[in-house]
T-cell receptor
Framework: RKEVEQDPGPFNVPEGATVAFNCTYS??????FFWYRQDCRKEPKLLMS???SGNEDGRFTAQLNRASQYISLLIRDSKLSDSATYLC????????????FGQGTTLQVKP | SQTIHQWPATLVQPVGSPLSLECTVE??????LYWYRQAAGRGLQLLFY??????ISSEVPQNLSASRPQDRQFILSSKKLLLSDSGFYLC???????????????FGPGTRLTVT
């Protein structure tokens, strides 16, 4: 089983739609959680950090369920510019800590 | 503010040739530094990380090596490239472990390496 699992998609949605991405992680020792956005042939960029049960930033809402080892990202009112791959990432506590990346979910927003 | 640079942006090298990729960070001191590789259609794989000058930890056995000659400089090297070394190489930094938001990593623009 992969340490961080995501539905690879692609998710094809019209502009203005609401879309949700799910992610599960296998290590219960995971301490903190992130969503990164990666545009085609570019570096990943930190979108949101999720330190408690969840947080909201404009059109983006992230939720965490530690009991179920599940993280979600909700995007409301999708824009064409939201088209990208969204990476679910968990931080494992250790001597120096370590980020574990999911393989990403691809979103394509259509006009 | 902090910035991270990588060069070159793209590289085409023949099998068996050496490799040197460089990463530098500005605007912070004593960062943790990381090298990742992203093969086509795959997730990010952590290759090396460093918590200080001369301190390198390897995550996977391979024909690559890393060095940190200065606080904000991280170098990825190979003596002889393999076809399987092709990929997108990303350098990242984070604040020293244990401080606030030290689990957040920030990536450089990457080097796209094609081994022919």
């Amino acid at each position: 089983r992969k340490e961080v699992e995501q539905d690879p998609g692609p998710f094809n949605v019209p502009e203005g739609a609401t879309v949700a991405f799910n992610c599960t992680y296998s290590n219960s020792a995971s301490q903190s959680f992130f969503w990164y956005r990666q545009d085609c042939r570019k570096e990943p960029k930190l979108l949101m950090s999720v330190y408690s049960s969840g947080n909201e930033d404009g059109r983006f809402t992230a939720q965490l369920n530690r009991a179920s080892q599940y993280i979600s990202l909700l995007i409301r009112d999708s824009k064409l510019s939201d088209s990208a791959t969204y990476l679910c990432v968990v931080f494992l506590l250790g001597n120096t800590g370590k980020l574990i990346f999911g393989q990403g979910t691809t979103l394509q927003v259509k006009p | 503010s902090q910035t991270i640079h990588q060069w070159p942006a793209t590289l085409v090298q023949p099998v068996g040739s050496p490799l040197s990729l460089e990463c530098t960070v500005e605007g912070t001191s004593n960062p943790n530094l990381y090298w990742y590789r992203q093969a086509a259609g795959r997730g990010l794989q952590l290759l090396f990380y460093s918590v200080g000058i001369g301190q390198i930890s390897s995550e996977v056995p391979q024909n690559l090596s890393a060095s940190r000659p200065q606080d904000r400089q991280f170098i990825l090297s190979s003596k002889k490239l393999l076809l399987s070394d092709s990929g997108f190489y990303l350098c990242a930094w984070s604040k020293p472990y244990g401080g606030p938001k030290s689990d957040e990593q920030y990536f450089g623009p990457g080097t796209r390496l094609t081994v022919t």
